[in-house]
């Protein structure tokens, strides 16, 4: 179940299957909520003494309500501050047994009273409009405190489906989701706002999770483990598949270099390069281990991809006539084929059957030109983004940037929950490229390889930032890559 993601409305759905067949009440789900938050509250910050409840007019309210009569009956100093008067009938129960213990509620214009941690149960999964108002007033305070924030559910401001900010929303330093995973919370921009976040089910049995519907997966290490076998001793490197990576236009010879060295190191048998040939000498110099060629036409790159199982197309390839007759030369291979960059940006503006095997690679960038659509729309609505793409194309699609979507042609959508912002740097995505090419090399499809491919480059990258996410750059993922292939790769 934990690698479940769920619409805000199919957490609903199991909220109600709970209800219905395990006879549980609403309120009973608010107490356990209550409760998770506070045995979170209380493992992460042991020493706090002060807390302050911000209370919205919702469910979301009502857990706040709770949670701030667990913390007072421990001892706690406990402040309720409350956007308005409750609205549902478990909300105002909760409200109502606040007031009841003599829990004083102050008004949201206030200034924020001290505390060793503030409790955002402000705004719940239905926000679906800006927030303003007095909400909004309330989020900017919370937001200059330094103390730490627990967020319940969700940070107020934050869309559960999308990711997206509506308006402005709650920085947490923790967050604890109940029931199940939202979609929204691994992805744009909120993984800037959720800090570490936690799960709690509530207590709820499977059998409440089996038959749901559910909208994607994250990555599951222990499957994708599975996908890379052992190496026969008597293996050659023509087990392995051979990659051709296409690219390097003037003064862009790095960018095909990191994406053929990538499909080496995640072990494919043989990478050549299909390049400028003003790139040769140097890629030689820097990676014999690379077959590098000069192209000048389509008549020598006919021979390469005769080799080629799999095609690496876009790092550094450029837009102009050289580069238009590469691509459509690759493109008519019909080979395994990986498009990344330029590659993607002339696909935009040319109408063509792409290969049966293909995996697409944008940034939010060039997804919105495949879209024909603003950058914005794609960051507002990611999954919707890259299901689009991925049916459009007909082919596997993997939406880059925090929380990395990868989307199948029918519609299954994977999603990565590793990678940092260090990763932002020039050269990354031509070695997820090279990475993906080298896993289709090795037999894997299309779906296996895009997702495997994903959570190889996020780990690697997450590893290399261990000495510090600024200054990291792309050739960092190196020896982490190889180091991480070959552990899954003998996982039992």
Not at 256 to 281: F, H, K, M, P, Y
Request: hydrophobic share 45%; net charge neutral; glycine share 12%.
């Amino acid at each position: 179940m934990g690698t479940r993601l769920y619409t805000a409305a199919q957490v609903r759905e199991l909220d109600a299957r709970a209800i219905a067949t395990l006879g549980i009440s609403a309120h009973v789900l608010m107490q356990r909520a209550a409760a998770a938050a506070w045995r979170c509250l209380r493992a992460r910050w042991p020493q706090a003494r002060r807390i302050v409840v911000l209370c919205g007019t919702g469910n979301n309210g009502g857990d706040g309500y709770l949670l701030a009569g667990i913390a007072r009956d421990a001892g706690m100093q406990t402040s309720v501050i409350a956007l308005g008067a409750p609205h549902g009938s478990d909300a105002e129960r909760a409200c109502a047994e606040w007031r009841g213990a003599r829990g004083a509620i102050l008004d949201v214009d206030e200034t924020l009273p001290d505390a060793d941690v503030y409790v955002d149960a402000l705004l719940g999964t239905g926000l679906t409009r800006p927030v303003d108002g007095r909400a909004r007033a309330v989020v900017a305070q919370l937001n200059a405190r330094k103390e730490p924030v627990l967020a319940l559910d969700l940070p107020s401001g934050i869309s559960a489906d999308t990711g997206e900010v509506l308006g402005v929303a709650v920085r947490a330093t923790t967050t604890i989701s109940f029931i199940a995973h939202k979609r929204g919370l691994f992805t744009g921009a909120a993984p800037d706002h959720c800090g570490e976040l936690v799960l709690d089910t509530l207590g709820l049995p499977e059998s409440v999770y089996e038959k749901s519907s559910f909208d994607a997966r994250l990555l599951d290490m222990r499957r994708m483990t599975q996908w890379l076998p052992p190496r026969a001793r008597a293996a050659h490197k023509g087990d392995f598949g051979h990659v051709l990576a296409i690219g390097g236009d003037a003064g862009m010879g790095g960018a095909i270099r990191l994406c053929g060295e990538a499909a080496l190191r995640v072990g494919a048998g043989l990478v050549s390069v299909a390049t400028r040939g003003e790139n040769v000498v140097a890629l030689n110099a820097a990676r014999p281990e690379l077959m590098a060629h000069g192209v000048k036409d389509a008549l020598m790159l006919h021979p390469l991809l005769n080799r080629a199982q799999v095609i690496a197309l876009g790092p550094g390839l450029g837009q102009g006539e050289w580069s238009h007759m590469l691509w459509q030369s690759a493109i008519a291979a019909c080979r395994a084929t990986v498009i990344d960059a330029d590659g993607l940006n002339l696909l935009a503006r040319n109408v063509v059957h792409l290969p049966p095997h293909t995996v697409l690679t944008p940034h939010p960038g060039e997804a919105a030109r495949l879209l024909e659509c603003d950058v914005a729309a794609i960051e507002r609505e990611r999954f919707a983004a890259a299901r689009e793409i991925a049916q459009e194309y007909d082919s596997v699609t993997v939406l880059k940037g925090a929380g990395t979507l990868i989307a199948h042609p029918q519609g299954e959508i994977a999603l990565c929950p590793w990678g940092n912002p260090g990763m932002a740097t020039g050269g990354s995505g031509d070695v997820l490229t090279g990475i993906i090419a080298g896993l289709l090399a090795q037999g894997l499809n299309t779906w296996r390889a895009a997702r495997l491919g994903v959570a190889l480059h996020a780990q690697a990258g997450d590893a290399a930032a261990k000495d510090g996410e600024a200054g990291l750059i792309a050739s960092d993922f190196f020896p982490h890559l190889r180091i991480l292939r070959n552990a899954w790769g003998s996982a039992d």
